[in-house]
């Protein structure tokens, strides 16, 4: 049904220029990954003033924001960074450099943006490694340490995100599990390994001594026939199924709905509308 690569696993490599390291990522774009000192250590607690300008940044564009909700969109904003550059690593490069913690950062930007006649400014997240580029680490080698690292990267964050927002520990797990699925999602896609991709973060987030453990966060294949030419091959894609929320449905610009992935809508209503959503983007120029 999907046109797949697999992952090409050799026996792990040994110690490798972080610059060697990161020079084999180039297929996957727009990844936002820079070498040498500067950022935050995001396993570490965030200054009160960087926590504050990061809480006031995430949704820029939309109004109304509560505290809690900002919580909730920053743990994606940061999970989707970091786990970009961690998927990059695991599914094209020699594996996720066995770094030390507090070479983990971040660098929050502020960007413009333009999508047709609509435009904004909004937040984005740099990953940044603070080691020299003439360093050499050797991959995080098993399950097991590659699971702790993603906890580690981001269970600080969320402590504190329940302490300034009041957003409960277990809602922010999930957001966060939900933003790793989406971006191990995204490279797979790129890299034409989705379902790969879709195993492979599978076996960090959804294993019980993970403390980003659900049983909801997921992904779901969605498939659908040509509105006029059933002759024809059916349009087929995988999308990331929530296991948390984050809360749009609260603001006056959502008029109380929830989003299409959103862990309190229906199965049913969630996978109607990827149909309809895939259905309209696939066959949007064959049927005009």
């Not at 200054?47 to 909730?72: C, K, N, Q």
């Not at 599978?202 to 993970?210: E, F, N």
């Amino acid at each position: 049904m999907f046109a797949q690569r697999t992952i090409d696993r050799p026996d792990p490599p040994g110690p490798m220029l972080v610059s060697t390291s990161i020079a084999q990522l180039d297929d996957v774009e727009s990844l936002f990954l820079e070498i040498g000192e500067g950022g935050v250590p995001i396993a570490e607690p965030l200054p009160v003033s960087t926590l504050a300008d990061w809480l006031g940044g995430v949704g820029s564009d939309t109004e109304g924001l509560d505290a809690r909700t900002r919580a909730a969109y920053l743990a994606g904003y940061v999970s989707w960074a970091l786990g970009r550059v961690l998927a990059a690593f695991s599914l094209c490069g020699p594996g996720i450099p066995d770094l030390p913690l507090s070479a983990w950062r971040l660098k929050a930007e502020r960007y413009e943006w333009r999508i047709g006649e609509d435009s904004g400014t909004a937040l984005r997240f740099r990953v940044r490694l603070a080691v020299s580029s003439t360093e050499a680490f050797g991959p995080l080698v098993g399950d097991r340490r590659r699971r702790a690292l993603l906890d580690h990267l981001h269970e600080t964050l969320i402590v504190q995100l329940r302490d300034e927002t009041g957003l409960s520990l277990g809602a922010l797990r999930r957001l966060v599990a939900d933003g790793l699925a989406a971006a191990w999602l995204d490279v797979g896609k790129r890299l034409g390994c989705a379902e790969a991709a879709m195993a492979d973060i599978l076996a960090l987030i959804k294993h019980r001594d993970s403390a980003l453990y659900n049983s909801k966060t997921g992904f779901v294949s969605v498939s659908v026939a040509h509105p006029s030419r059933p002759d024809l091959p059916p349009a087929c894609d995988w999308y990331r199924a929530r296991g948390g929320c984050c809360r749009y449905y609260t603001t006056p610009a959502s008029a109380g709905s929830y989003c299409t992935t959103c862990v309190l809508r229906s199965p049913a209503s969630r996978d109607q509308r990827l149909a309809d959503y895939l259905r309209d983007t696939a066959f949007a120029v064959s049927s005009s």
